[in-house]
Every structure is written in structure tokens, then in C-alpha cells.
């Protein structure tokens, strides 16, 4: 028989028992909008490592290269669907193609079509598949309209002879046969390409890498178009 003192403590558990759930998901609230305001909050973070491979016709001759980069991305927050959550992070380094004799061509990590940064990049290449969204494919060929930026440096070792070019000018400098074939990514379990660009570009590892500017050195001016370039196309993340 349940006394009239137990009845009472089973009232106060019954009632106790909503109020702590309400307080347990308002601290998971309360924690997800601080996070919020950080990477992410309590958003899904997808990753992907990725190996991209480009592939150059010149000459009469294919000549490939691969680098393996990360993409960190953020899904929809789940208490504020309609606020970014941080994008998308990135990690890895630009891919040095070298054709021929005739020197190397940068496959930078921009986004051609949305020049020049590399905050949209993550984007292309992971969405840029020829059947849409690739989330379920291990490897897809990338669509010309999501292709990444190419770059030419003059001289390699100085950051302001860079030249952004197009398909008339791969073939200015590199011949007129100079088209580019494929651009192919793959999920892969490697380590990210770090440090094997600046063999190529000494400046990269300058201490004021960071600030390098390009074209001009006149951000402001758009009429070159290598005054938007900025270095984190070419590197990303930790080194």
C-alpha cells in the first residue's frame, strides 16, 4: 500500500520529470545558438578528401597532376535553419601542372566562374559533377563551368608576374593545340598535399605570404583581373 508520503515523492518525480527535460533541451539550445556564433554550432559538418587531378593536352601529349585537399562543410543549424552556420573550410594547396618545357600551369583552389577567392571553391568542387550533387559517387568529372582558376607566373619566383588565363591565352603560352582535357575528383584516404607547391613557388613560404598581392599590387583596380588574386588560392590551412 503506498503511503500518503510516497504518494507525494512520486508526484514530485512525475512533475520533476518534464521539468528536467525542458531544462536539459534549453541547455542543448542554449549551446547550439553560442556555438552558432563560433564554426557551426550543433550544425552536421561534412568532410571530404578529395584528390584532384588535372589533365592538360599540349602538343600532342597529355600532361597530368594531382593534389589532395579537404572540405569541411557545415549543413543547416538545427534551431536557425536560415542562418549560415560558417560555409565551408578548406585545406590543401593549389596543383602545379608542368607542361613540357614550356613551365608550369596553377589549377588554384578559386572557382574560375566566381573569381577569385577561394571561399566558393569547396563548392564547385564537390557539386561540380556531371549528374548534379555527387554525395554518393567516389569519383566524378568535373563540369567546365565549375573548373578552378588557372594561373601562370612568368617567373616563378616572383609573385607579381602572375597571369590569370583563359582558354585563348593556355594556348598563347603553351601552344595552339593547349586545351584543358579533364578535371577529375575523387574521395580518397591520403594525406592532404601540403608544402610540395612552394618547391615550385618559393615566395609561398615567405613570412608575408599572407599579404602578397598580385597584377599591380592595386586591389581596387578591376581592370586587371590579377589584383583579386589573393594567396589563399594557392594555399589553405596549416602548413
Not at 569519383?139 to 617567373?155: A, N
Amino acid at each position: 500500500m503506498i503511503t500518503l508520503a510516497n504518494q507525494d515523492r512520486l508526484k514530485h518525480e512525475a512533475e520533476a520529470g518534464p521539468w528536467a527535460a525542458r531544462v536539459a533541451r534549453a541547455l542543448f539550445f542554449a549551446f547550439c545558438f553560442v556555438a552558432l556564433l563560433g564554426s557551426g554550432g550543433c550544425a552536421k559538418k561534412y568532410v571530404n578528401r578529395l584528390e584532384v587531378t588535372v589533365t592538360i593536352q599540349s602538343g600532342g601529349k597529355l600532361y597530368s597532376a594531382s593534389g589532395v585537399q579537404e572540405t569541411r562543410c557545415y549543413g543547416p543549424n538545427p534551431i536557425a535553419p536560415n542562418i549560415s552556420t560558417g560555409g565551408c573550410q578548406l585545406e590543401g594547396e593549389a596543383i602545379p601542372i608542368l607542361i613540357g618545357t614550356k613551365g608550369y600551369l596553377i589549377a588554384t583552389m578559386s572557382w574560375a566562374k566566381e573569381c577569385c577567392g577561394a571561399d566558393l571553391y569547396p563548392f564547385a568542387i564537390r557539386n561540380g559533377g556531371n549528374k548534379g550533387a555527387p554525395f554518393w559517387r567516389r569519383s566524378w568529372m568535373l563540369e567546365r563551368q565549375y573548373y578552378p582558376l588557372f594561373v601562370r607566373f612568368s617567373d616563378p619566383s616572383n609573385h607579381l608576374t602572375a597571369n590569370v588565363l583563359d582558354d585563348n591565352e593556355l594556348k598563347v603560352f603553351y601552344g595552339e593545340d593547349t586545351v584543358i582535357k579533364e578535371v577529375k575528383v575523387e574521395r580518397v584516404f591520403k594525406p592532404i598535399t601540403k608544402r610540395r607547391l612552394i618547391k615550385v613557388l618559393p615566395w609561398l613560404q615567405d613570412e608575408d605570404a599572407t599579404y602578397k598581392r598580385f597584377g599591380n599590387g592595386n586591389m581596387s583596380d578591376y581592370s586587371q583581373i590579377e589584383n583579386r588574386l589573393g594567396d589563399e588560392i594557392f594555399k589553405w590551412g596549416s602548413w
